[in-house]
């Protein structure tokens, strides 16, 4: 009679491999990702090469929240990572560098202000799309932590993000490792 304990252990072993793969697989594809951060927008929070892992479905169940830092696409797939900084139903202005937050003004901890260009909420969302001149619910004002060399939402191409463009929510800096840290 053959002796199938060899047989049957590497179909164990294999089915093991295979269970690993499949739970390594399922992680990546919806609970996180590996973020590659491309330019100075961000910086001195990401710059240039750093990478940062992403928690997926941070936003199934809630909101983006201000200053949280998320990863989003616009309408050629292009990704974005920023910072949120005007939530639905804000109205969001930059005056001699200061963030003004339905015309109260914010401390940001993270950023230079004054490095902030003038913009008043108008000039990101005009009448016809934001009536009464807030952001319109389901819709989020982001800016890089490096004003001036960022592409944002001051930028007409980018505008408001909507919640659905976003890919998830930034939680560690991960490389290079002597910078690793948890992201607020």
Do not use: H
């Not at 990572?81 to 901890?109: C, F, H, M, Q, S």
């Not at 260009?117 to 016809?128: A, G, P, Q, R, T």
């Not at 463009?165 to 991960?174: A, E, H, S, T």
Request: proline fraction near 5%.
């Amino acid at each position: 009679m053959p002796d199938f304990r060899e047989v049957t252990e590497f179909i164990k072993d294999t089915f093991a491999y295979i269970v690993i793969f499949a739970v390594i697989a399922f992680i990546f594809t919806f609970v996180v990702a590996v973020v590659p951060v491309a330019g100075n927008s961000m910086s001195p929070t990401l710059s240039d090469g750093n990478m940062a892992v992403s928690l997926k479905f941070a936003y199934l169940i809630s909101s983006p929240k201000r200053n949280d830092i998320i990863t989003f696409k616009d309408a050629e797939k292009k990704r974005y990572v920023k910072r949120v900084i005007g939530l639905p139903g804000e109205t969001i202005d930059y005056l001699n560098g200061y963030l003004y937050i339905n015309g109260e003004a914010y401390d940001e901890t993270f950023v230079d202000g004054k490095e902030t260009n003038n913009f008043m909420f108008v000039d990101i969302c005009d009448k016809e799309k934001c009536p009464d001149n807030k952001i319109p619910e389901g819709k989020y004002l982001v800016l890089g932590d490096n004003r001036p060399g960022s592409q944002d939402s001051r930028d007409p191409e980018i505008g408001l993000i909507d919640k659905k463009q976003i890919d998830g929510k930034l939680i560690f800096k991960v490389w290079p490792l002597s910078e690793f840290k948890k992201l607020r």
